[in-house]
């Protein structure tokens, strides 16, 4: 009669997956925060409309859309590692044209050559995105034992917030000593440097990877069922599951995505500079750093009911005072526009920190463990008809009304999600998210 091993201790789980994905995490994030909070005054500087630099963020709303499913596919025959490793290549590639050719558009007459290179930029960053967020997302829901999941993928969703913090201070200090498109370098320099550590420490075939070499005929079976089995009944059953639990997750995603489009638009509109709004996300981003633990620990202990409804009620609540403030404030000088956008973004990065790693905890919560990367592509790829939906309602808002009152429409859906949440999840996800089947 065989003995189980002893189980392996959370902190050692946790630090075997350091280099692998925690690491990379920090490094690809940090880049990809310098340059975003920036994108849209870019943007304007290469002459798009305010309600055009709106609308670019779109790009990542449509890969999100249609790039989890190919995403998972390509897993499915090449592996996570090669595929992130790949598209990490491409990043790089992408972000030293930039460097090059928008910035001569920005210091030079833009011409439209200038405005499709920053739309070709966008398109590599959404396809990459895609592939790095499923493939660590996978990796994760393998390596990660269930009764410490919510704190694995927290720590995760942690990783992404030091991102959010040295990222923008990174971005203004560079800015501050060179030039705007410099930022283009930096997004490349960090996104290298992942790209080795994934390529080193990603061991394909290792526990936790996406899928073993040479599985026994039995594991085979147990973790792939056949379609007749799976494919219809369980399928339906898991995509009713996911379809509500995501109706009231999703108002929280077209926050994080309309974030770094409205709250740097409206700085520029109450006259502050690249270099301010920076530093505003950075120093906001800290409040988010110091909630990743007590986050983890509540999800797993209370279950997710327990962060996710507060994660989407701060978060509306900080955007509807943003569109508050920047009406009453507006035009009282340097100061009050600084104190209308930093105020309600402390408020948002408290709502955002509490809810680190939810949405992907969720995805995991929801999916069953065979076949999971094909699950949660489908998973992705329903919320992403939330980030597609956001930067659409941001340029629609725009067309209409000041950037301010997209603030508030954003508030109000975050405060509707928390009512569903609150009401539907609680049953869902009972115990915290310890589901197996």
Known sequence: MSVAPPPVPARQVLRRLVPSVYLPTVLEASGENALLPVIPLMALQLG?????????????????????IPAGRAMSRIGAQRAIIVTGVLLVLANLSALVVLGG??????????????????????????????????YLGTALPAPMRARGMTLFGGMMRIGQVIGPLLGAAVMALGHTSW??????????????????????????ADAPRHPAPAERLARRPRRSEAGHRLDRAVLARMAVVGAGITP??????????????LGASLGLDATAISAIFGATAVLEIALVVPAGVLMDRYG??????????LMGAGFVLLA??????????????????????????????????????????????????????????????????????VTAVTLLAPVAAAGAVSGVLCLLGAAWLGRTLP????????RRS
């Open 105 to 138: 558009g920005m210091d030079g007459e833009p011409r439209p050559v200038h405005r499709l290179a920053l739309v070709a930029l966008l398109v590599v960053m959404a396809a990459a995105g895609q592939v790095w967020a499923l493939g660590r997302q996978t």
């Open 427 to 434: 049953s869902l996800v009972p115990s915290g998210g310890t």
């Open 48 to 68: 798009f409309s305010v309600s055009e630099a709106a609308a670019l963020t779109v790009v990542f709303g449509i890969a999100s859309v249609l790039g989890p």
């Open 304 to 313: 997710r009911a327990a962060v996710a409804v507060p994660c989407s009620v």
């Open 324 to 393: 508050v403030l920047a009406g009453v404030l507006g035009g009282t000088g340097t100061n009050g526009a600084v104190l209308a956008l930093l105020l309600p973004s402390i408020l948002i990065a408290i709502g955002n920190g509490l809810g680190s790693g939810i949405v992907m905890t969720l995805g995991i919560d929801t999916s069953p463990v065979h076949d999971r990367t094909r699950y949660l592509a489908w998973w992705n790829t329903l919320l992403g008809a939330g980030r597609l939906t956001a930067p659409l309602l």
């Open 183 to 208: 930022v283009f370098g930096l997004f490349a320099t960090m996104t290298a440097t992942a790209t080795i550590l994934v390529a080193v420490f990603m061991v394909p075939g290792e526990p936790g």
């Open 252 to 265: 929280v995603m077209m926050g994080r995505v309309n974030r770094p489009v409205i709250v740097p638009l």
